[in-house]
């Protein structure tokens, strides 16, 4: 079978040897952070599992298989999706996002305020990784961990107490392997598949730009400036009572080996099928899942199988997709369970044709309603993410790593809400063939607004073909969106204060 192949051959033979009439134990449905692993594991119980992946495996190519070339693994045609996101329904306010992309008469892009006549609007960029591994193979490894409130909601709205913080915790401690703590130190694994690394702060035993920078922010934000190569490498997911409200600088916890080499599901899939031990664990690439099959011969409906199509590029949010990429129907059977991990954007997608949704919309497309559930594609909430960016006045050390830094706002009233990540790069926003480099004096503190307020966001259908990708809008300010703007706007200006106070030769500062 597939799984004694070597990893040489794991693209070129799984298509060819993964049998259509086979049937398994369970069926999961993408291989990204939720699906790869649960596959591998399902397997490792000895159930036997097929592991369905759109993509096809790229970890031999150092463009997804090294930290330091994502942004070459999100533009790369071969292994991402192109979704267009709306940020509101108002289409005078999605105009004024300067980085709207534009689809040309010629079929190129443009990214901007002006585009050219007969262009069409399609949104702001948000690709997603399709190969497998999912969006761990292009994404920035950033490792850290959720509040325990965000656990918390998950146990009060469903009353399932597994979800409780102590329990997340173990589960962490289970798969990771921590590379740079001391081995032992509390609420960490050191033996699971997870490599956990920080970046190198060698940059913080002498004198240079970046330093100071450092202790302008660290007087901007209320810590010791003389205290910066401890502050630097402070544990991110330590495990103490106050974990949540610690602020300031903090290591970066990233899925890396030592080496800069990522670590994730794919190689948790790859040690899978190559184990001695011969899990019954099948991966089938180049496989998309257009629906979820039942059996409707008993009261209730039982998901026991799902239809794809097998080929390359056969989804329109691939770049490569053409109308004569149609792929070859095949369908799969699954004898306990089907287990839908496709990501915020294609899970309900997926569910949605497969006749699981609101009914009102299914039947506008004409798909047959197996269940009525509203809230399907609906309620959806994303962490807006902003920065400020600036060319100094000297060029930067290139070699300091990445530095964390959680501030808490002044109107926030629980614990810290602002996650930022400072250092030598730009990261303006998303658009086909992002970011601009700027040069050695370039300079960044990108942010992520922890707990947006706004849960009004949606996932809906398109159309009835499953190849067609969905209507997506994040409606980020529909919901408390004047406190959290305020925020962002606080945010941006404790920033501002720590870079304008880094000083000579750094200052003045030219912001972008």
């Not at 010629?106 to 999912?134: C, D, M, V």
């Not at 589960?171 to 921590?178: L, P, T």
């Not at 996650?419 to 050695?440: K, S, V």
Request: proline share 6%.
């Amino acid at each position: 079978m597939f799984r004694f192949l070597p990893i040489c051959t794991l693209v070129a033979l799984a298509f060819q040897r993964v049998s259509a009439q086979e049937t398994y134990d369970y069926i999961v449905v993408g291989s990204g952070p939720g699906g790869g692993p649960l596959a591998a594991n399902l397997a490792r119980a000895g159930y036997k599992t097929l592991l369905l992946e759109a993509g096809d495996d790229r970890a031999d190519d150092p463009i997804w298989n090294t930290l330091a070339n994502n942004y070459a693994a999100v533009n790369s045609p071969l292994a991402r999706w192109d979704f267009f996101v709306q940020h509101s329904e108002s289409p005078e306010d999605q105009a004024r996002y300067e980085r709207q992309t534009y689809r040309m008469t010629n079929g190129s892009f443009y990214t901007g305020l002006n585009p050219p006549e007969g262009a069409e609007r399609l949104g702001i960029w948000y690709p997603r990784g399709t190969s497998l591994g999912g969006c761990s193979m292009n994404n920035a490894a950033i490792s850290s961990l959720p509040p325990n409130a965000d656990w918390e909601i998950v146990v009060n709205r469903t009353g399932d107490r597994s979800w409780e913080p102590e329990n997340m915790r173990r589960h962490f401690m289970n798969i990771e392997r921590n590379e740079w703590l001391p081995r032992g130190t509390l609420g960490h694994g050191f033996d699971g598949w997870l490599r956990i690394n920080t970046r190198n702060n060698s940059w913080t035993q002498q004198p240079n730009n970046v330093l100071r920078i450092m202790h302008g922010l660290a007087n901007a934000t209320d810590q010791d400036a003389d205290n910066i190569p401890e502050l630097v490498v402070r544990d991110v997911n330590a495990l103490y009572p106050d974990r949540d409200q610690e602020l300031g600088f903090f290591g970066m916890s990233l899925h890396m080996d030592a080496n800069g080499r990522r670590s994730g599901p794919n190689s948790y899939i790859r040690d899978t099928l190559n184990d001695p031990a011969n899990y019954p664990l099948t991966v089938q690439l180049n496989s998309f899942v257009t629906k979820v099959l039942f059996d409707e011969s008993g009261p209730v409906p039982i998901a026991n199988g799902v239809e794809v199509l097998r080929g390359q590029a056969v989804y329109r949010a691939d770049p490569r997709w053409t109308k004569d990429n149609r792929g070859e129907l095949a369908t799969f059977k699954a004898t306990k369970e089907v287990i839908v991990s496709g990501g915020t954007f294609n899970s309900p997608q997926i569910l949605k044709h497969s006749g699981i949704g609101p009914a009102a919309e299914l039947e506008r497309f004409g798909i047959k309603v197996v269940k009525d559930l509203p809230g399907v594609g609906e309620n959806m909430a994303e962490n807006y993410e902003a920065g400020v960016l600036g060319l100094a006045n000297d060029d930067i050390n290139r070699n300091a790593g990445q530095t964390g830094l959680l501030i808490k706002t002044p109107t926030e009233t629980g614990g810290r809400n602002i996650h930022a990540w400072c250092g030598t790069f730009a990261l303006e926003g998303f658009w086909p063939g992002m970011p601009t480099n700027y040069g050695l004096r370039q300079y960044m503190c990108a942010m992520a607004h922890m707990e947006p307020r706004s849960r009004a966001g949606y996932v809906r259908l398109r159309s009835a073909d499953p190849t067609d990708t969905p209507e997506i809008n994040f409606r980020f300010w529909e919901v408390g969106g004047e406190e959290d703007l305020r925020e962002l706007v606080d945010a941006v200006n404790i920033m501002r204060r720590g870079f304008n106070a880094a000083g000579a030769p750094v200052t003045p500062w030219n912001e972008l």
